[in-house]
């Protein structure tokens, strides 16, 4: 505790008492709050009233925010021929396919996204074990298994952000920086939260959203209104 009390004790008194608060005193807060030597992530987390479990539960898809993520995405495609020089002049980092599967399967995986062409899931497939736990198995639904890699590499590369509810229906991701305005946080977070909100499936029963928390890396979590998020206030 003596190694990061002086920064932790300001921050958590800052957030002290402050519980359900509006999108806008949640991301001055945060900004306000992020005292890192670095530009620490602002991550949001949904606990949403769903089973992920059942098929007509599962919560996923994309949103490419206002402002980006600050982040720089590293983007591996499988593809071959056309597509493939497609995908490099795109941008994409790394471009292959059995070669590409090979290297994966050897342990090296150094990168953020991947897309693949529909004719290159036969090969992807073998890698479901390694990608799918770390949610980087490409799939149509969320516009990574796709003819136009031109698109999908620079939605990647321009802050599109996927989400997919885990476990206890928890969706969480990085939604900026610190470094970024009060207001450029407020906005990304709307965004997140508003396509979370259409990507409410069929089998939802009862309340959908029902917690909203946003956190720096390294800074205590603060809960959000939910009516405030959703527009609903």
């Known amino acids: 505790m003596a190694k990061f009390g002086k920064r932790t004790t300001a921050a958590r008194a800052a957030f002290d008492g402050k519980h359900n608060v509006t999108v806008e005193e949640?991301?001055?807060?945060?900004k306000d709050n992020a005292k890192a030597k670095f530009d620490e992530t602002v991550e949001i987390a949904m606990t949403l009233g769903v089973d992920p479990r059942h098929a007509d539960q599962m919560v996923r898809g994309t949103v490419s925010l206002p402002h980006g993520t600050g982040k720089t995405v590293r983007v591996a495609v499988f593809a071959r021929g056309e597509k493939a020089d497609e995908a490099k002049a795109a941008g994409a980092d790394i471009v292959g396919a059995e070669d590409l599967m090979e290297t994966i399967q050897g342990g090296t995986i150094d990168f953020d996204r991947c897309i693949a062409t529909p004719d290159m899931m036969a090969i992807v497939g073998r890698l479901g074990k390694v990608l799918g736990p770390r949610n980087l198995m490409?799939?149509?639904?969320?516009?990574?298994?796709?003819?136009?890699?031109?698109q999908a590499v620079e939605d990647a590369k321009g802050g599109q952000v996927q989400f997919k509810a885990?476990?206890?229906?928890?969706?969480?991701?990085?939604?900026?920086?610190?470094?970024?305005?009060?207001?450029?946080?407020?906005?990304?977070?709307?965004?997140f939260v508003d396509a979370v909100g259409k990507a409410k499936p069929s089998g939802a029963k009862g309340t959908y959203m029902k917690k909203i928390a946003v956190s720096s890396t390294m800074g205590p979590g603060v809960s959000i209104d939910v009516a405030s998020a959703t527009g609903n206030a």
């Open 26 to 30: 949640a991301a001055a807060l945060v």
């Open 138 to 150: 490409p799939n149509p639904r969320v516009g990574t298994v796709t003819m136009d890699v031109k």
């Open 166 to 191: 885990e476990k206890a229906g928890v969706v969480h991701a990085g939604i900026g920086k610190a470094s970024f305005s009060a207001k450029q946080i407020e906005e990304n977070m709307r965004a």
